[in-house]
């Protein structure tokens, strides 16, 4: 099975801090992405990356970076947290085309304070 | 700008009944995705759905895609408390340079009754 792995589960900062968010596939998927999820809202695409050090933005790139060094690992990068980006964030990735399916991560409960 | 529309957002089921949940967007697109989200869990895939007139079951779950009338459906057969979760659809737009970015559906929140 493919497994989308999220390095957090749950993660609480501190308002101005840098927060990093990893993801990790093993599957050697060429497609990454990182969503919000909040309620009332869905989910929503921060970021995806369809090949190392490619990215494009996604709906809501505000407040957000990434990084795509390895194929295998997507990050998002908090530049400076704010309570408004306090959200559960879920990483997903899929082969081109999508055929398989897309897998996502466990995702993290990010709370900042 | 593509747009997926759940109905209902809302569903509360007695125990073996039978229902559908709809899927409809906006613009071409030859597949869907079906997930199944449980509280404070991640999203679990139900159905990939790559061609019109695909149809896939699994259980007492029960996909099928009409590309040409942008609909899909999810049909529920004989409920179980089990069941009860939130199942969102997921549409990635054909166009070039897409990527293949997923929109999703608001989700539907099926509560299942004894």
């Known amino acids: 099975d493919v497994k989308v792995t999220q390095s957090s589960r749950y993660l609480v900062k501190r308002t101005g801090e840098k927060v990093f968010l990893e993801c990790v596939q093993d599957m050697d998927h060429e497609n990454m992405f990182w969503y919000r999820q909040d309620p009332g809202l869905g989910l929503r695409l921060i970021y995806f990356?369809?090949?190392?050090?490619?990215?494009e933005k996604g709906d809501i790139p505000e407040g957000y970076s990434v990084s795509r060094e390895k194929k295998e690992r997507f990050s998002l990068i908090l530049e400076s947290a704010s309570t408004n980006q306090t959200s559960m964030y879920l990483c997903?990735?899929?082969?081109?085309?999508?055929?398989?399916?897309?897998?996502f991560g466990s995702g993290t409960r990010l709370t900042v304070v | 700008e593509l747009k997926v529309e759940q109905n209902p957002l809302f569903l509360s089921m007695q125990e073996g009944k039978n229902y559908t949940i709809y899927c409809n967007y906006s613009t071409t697109s030859d597949r869907l995705y079906w997930y199944r989200q449980d509280p404070g869990k991640s999203l679990e895939s139900l159905f990939v759905?790559?061609?019109?007139?695909a149809v896939k079951q699994e259980g007492r779950l029960m996909a099928s895609l009409d590309t040409k009338a942008r609909l899909s459906t999810l049909h529920i057969t004989a409920a179980v408390h089990d069941l009860s979760a939130t199942y969102f659809c997921a549409v990635p737009p054909r166009s070039p340079g897409s990527n293949y970015k997923l929109t999703f559906g608001k989700g539907t929140l099926l509560t299942v009754n004894p």
């Open positions: 990356s369809y090949d190392v050090k490619m990215k």
């Open positions: 997903a990735s899929t082969f081109y085309e999508g055929l398989y399916g897309y897998t």
């Open positions: 759905l790559l061609s019109n007139g």
